[in-house]
């Protein structure tokens, strides 16, 4: 049964619906196990930019292909904000479309732990960010008590790893001053210390200074100097510490700068965070092919400092010339 056609024949029929959009809640199980749908609708209103007009609940569906009508007429409920989904909810609702269909899912949950609390992670998000779903749950009192929001965890926010550059520019600034504009620093990308990596492989980010030689015509050349400090993460995403390898390091030379491939900017892009690309790389052959690109594209960059700290990284260097 296409509930969607059903309730859209049924609502562009019904009085007072023109200029509203219909909306169609997620499916919530009557007694005895039948699913049924709750129809509302949504408007824009001219000067309301972080929200919208909602309808009351004007139709019900069940599976059967039954409506009944619960308004004479579409009518204006409130005001329902809205706002971006976080990374937290956007990872809940794809975990959900990887698990089926909500109406699968309301099958399995009273024998399946796991697709009742995915159930209930779900529907607790709908409760908190749809105006119209109180009406819903108030019609049906055991589905809220099945949901017990206040003692679900709807989604867990991920939390980025500290950033190297929180301790390379303290470093830098105690090295060569504030206000100097002629040396910045830079950092390698992660190096792992052993290879195949595992989430707990440690990934080091040596820092070093280039001073650019201004005069030249692009790409110029710059003057780069041995490595003066690494930031070692201990595991893919875990905390960070500093170590010192030189108070003023000496130069390497200088080299000719160098415009990025065609595909650069691209490719940085789909691997996306380096030390996760990293990771998926040891499994999966395209994101491997991918990591390799990247570094040999960076080891012509760097042709002064990559064969130095390289050779601490004699199996991942091997990965990463391999044809």
């Known amino acids: 049964m296409d509930i969607s056609s059903l309730l859209n024949e049924c609502f562009e029929r019904h009085p007072g619906s023109r200029g509203w959009v219909l909306e169609i809640m997620p499916p919530v199980p009557e007694p005895d196990g039948q699913l049924v749908y709750?129809?509302?609708?949504?408007?824009?209103?001219?000067?309301?930019?972080?929200?919208?007009?909602?309808?009351?609940?004007w139709a019900k569906a069940d599976q059967r292909g039954n409506v009944t009508l619960l308004t004479d007429a579409v009518s204006l409920l409130g005001i329902e904000g809205v706002r971006p989904m976080t990374r937290g909810e956007i990872a809940l609702f794809e975990e959900v479309e990887r698990a089926g269909p909500l109406e699968d899912l309301w099958r399995r949950a009273s024998h399946d732990g796991g697709a009742a609390m995915l159930l209930r992670r779900r529907y607790c998000f709908w409760s908190r960010v749809k105006l119209v779903s109180r009406e819903v749950l108030a019609r049906h009192p055991n589905v809220a008590a099945f949901l017990d929001c206040a003692r679900v965890t709807i989604a867990v926010e991920p939390v980025d790893p500290p950033a190297p550059d929180s301790l390379i520019w303290p470093e830098f600034l105690r090295r060569y001053g504030k206000g100097n504009n002629v040396w910045q620093p830079r950092k390698t990308p992660p190096l792992p210390a052993s290879?195949?990596?595992i989430r707990s492989t440690a990934l080091n980010y040596y820092v070093w200074s280039i001073r650019v030689l201004q005069a030249d015509e692009v790409p110029k050349r710059r003057e780069t100097s041995e490595p003066w400090g690494i930031v070692v993460r201990a595991g893919v995403g875990g905390p960070i510490a500093f170590t010192a390898l030189h108070e003023l390091p000496?130069?390497?030379?200088?080299?000719?700068?160098?415009r990025p491939s065609d595909g650069h900017f691209a490719l940085s892009r789909e691997l996306g965070d380096l030390d996760q690309a990293l990771l998926r790389a040891t499994q999966d052959p395209v994101a491997a092919d991918g990591?390799?690109?990247?570094?040999?594209?960076?080891f012509l960059d760097e042709e002064l400092l990559a064969p130095l700290?390289?050779?601490s990284h004699r199996a991942f260097d091997a990965f990463v010339r391999r044809a």
């Open 291 to 298: 990591v390799r690109r990247y570094y040999q594209e960076w």
């Open 38 to 57: 709750y129809a509302s609708a949504r408007r824009f209103r001219p000067g309301l930019s972080d929200g919208h007009e909602v309808a009351a609940l």
């Open 195 to 197: 290879w195949p990596l």
């Open 309 to 311: 700290v390289m050779r």
């Open 250 to 258: 000496p130069s390497l030379g200088v080299q000719q700068g160098r």
